[in-house]
């Protein structure tokens, strides 16, 4: 296969890289589901650029009247619902396996992802922090308890009471404007301080404070591997790039560490 011969190379690189590597983790963008059937936001197509981003005053919004911005955001045809329905339907896809792969052969020991799909966990992934939340589970906006939460059950954008504390529930999934919830950001630090190595998967390292991560696990000496199909903002800074999709390019970096 051509595409894998033009990958060889910088994938041998990548996989000599996190032999020597002490730590490595990951992050991971929207691209990674794009194969999965989940439309990504800013990529070439995307979500955003076809209608128009959120506005920044969303989170704030929420607060003022939930069951008005609930009614809003859930309007047929608008963004939201194509979201969902592409969540409703997608199942991981071989990128997502052959992480989950890879963490339980002890290379990757740790995720970040940006994605809300849950897809990562049922592939199989269990090191990880969802940065911008999870559509199937609820938080409280009081004392931050998480529970699961049903997609399939017919609200997208669940509201009520916390059952812990009574404090204010809405999807786990950041809203924008909204703070990234403290204890995931602190993991996701802790994590950056850890490591040694990180994979940049399916990400246009554009979006922050996600986007630091990179930047900082490169400050302090860290090397950068990114496997996206497209140039990013992060490109210039890694070690090693190759241009292919994460379903692609993962199992056949997956075949190479373990001999699969």
């Known amino acids: 296969?051509?595409?894998?011969?033009?990958?060889?190379?910088?994938?041998?690189?990548?996989?000599?890289?996190?032999?020597q590597s002490r730590r490595v983790i990951a992050l991971v963008g929207a691209g990674m589901s794009v194969d999965s059937g989940i439309p990504t936001f800013r990529g070439p197509g995307g979500l955003w650029q076809r209608v128009g981003e959120p506005s920044d005053d969303d989170f704030r919004d929420f607060l003022e009247d939930p069951e008005a911005w609930l009614q809003r955001r859930m309007t047929p045809g608008g963004a939201e619902s194509e979201m969902l329905q592409g969540l409703l339907n997608a199942q991981p896809n071989a990128g997502h396996r052959a992480l989950a792969k890879l963490e339980a052969e002890g290379i990757v020991q740790f995720l970040v992802t940006q994605n809300v799909d849950d897809l990562h966990a049922r592939a199989g992934s269990r090191q990880l922090a969802e940065i911008h939340g999870n559509i199937a589970k609820t938080?409280?906006?009081?004392?931050?308890?998480?529970?699961?939460?049903?997609?399939?059950?017919?609200?997208?954008?669940?509201?009520?009471?916390?059952?812990?504390?009574?404090?204010?529930?809405?999807?786990?999934?950041?809203?924008?404007?909204?703070?990234?919830?403290?204890?995931?950001?602190?993991?996701?630090?802790?994590?950056?301080?850890?490591?040694?190595?990180?994979l940049l998967l399916g990400t246009s390292a554009g979006v922050f404070p996600a986007a630091g991560l990179p930047l900082a696990l490169r400050k302090?000496?860290?090397?950068?591997?990114?496997?996206?199909?497209?140039?990013?903002d992060i490109s210039s800074d890694c070690e090693v790039v190759i241009r292919a999709s994460t379903t692609d390019a993962l199992p056949a970096l997956v075949s190479m560490l373990v001999g699969e």
């Open 1 to 19: 296969m051509v595409a894998n011969a033009l990958w060889h190379e910088p994938l041998r690189r990548a996989a000599e890289l996190i032999r």
């Open 139 to 198: 938080r409280c906006l009081d004392c931050g308890s998480r529970q699961p939460f049903d997609i399939a059950s017919g609200q997208a954008w669940p509201l009520g009471t916390c059952p812990s504390c009574g404090g204010t529930m809405k999807t786990d999934a950041v809203l924008f404007g909204e703070p990234i919830p403290a204890d995931v950001m602190t993991r996701c630090e802790q994590e950056v301080a850890r490591s040694d190595c990180m």
């Open 220 to 232: 302090k000496g860290g090397r950068l591997i990114e496997i996206n199909p497209y140039v990013t």
